[in-house]
């Protein structure tokens, strides 16, 4: 009987070990604890003539042509459109830093990346300085983005932006 007992436990050990697999899975973040990740540790202010250079897009002609032709990389940058008629340059030589340009080649905002795993903070500042929202990208394909008040200002899911309410207000286009 003893026999029969332990060759029976044996079996069930065995059997476990040969059925077991390893479980994968990602936080899930809610928007009351992505908003508190996107904001702990950030400037509400830089300084901003570090980036004079870049207050007018300086390939304004070649950009926008791009654009309009639906070619999103150069050999030493990005662009992304946005459906807001805006668009957004990362230079291959520091991606850690996004000029965003209104369709006259004026700079409007300057995204700085906090850190490079996720989940990835970004922050954004207007030209004067001063910070305009977070982001908090917890995956390839979903981020959050609060305002300076702390409001959900857009979550995107891969190129939709949806507002605090679900309904889709913005898309973006690239090929990256």
Sequence with gaps: ???FIFFFCFCLLIQSQVCAYTLKAGVVYTIEMARIEAFD???LKINIDKYKNYL???NYSKNISAIKINKYKFRNRYLTYF???QYGVTYKNNTKIGFY???NGKLCDISLLMNEKYPIKIVKYDILGNLVSTSLAISHDE???FDLNKRLISHWIG???YNEQGELVKRRY???
Excluded: A, G, L, R
Aim: charged share 20%; with cysteine.
């Design 1 to 3: 009987m003893q026999k």
């Design 41 to 43: 540790d950030v400037p």
């Design 56 to 58: 007018i897009d300086p």
């Design 83 to 85: 459906s807001n008629n």
């Design 101 to 103: 340009y209104d369709m």
């Design 143 to 145: 981020s959050f983005v």
């Design 159 to 161: 190129n939709n932006c």
């Design 174 to 176: 690239n090929n990256k």
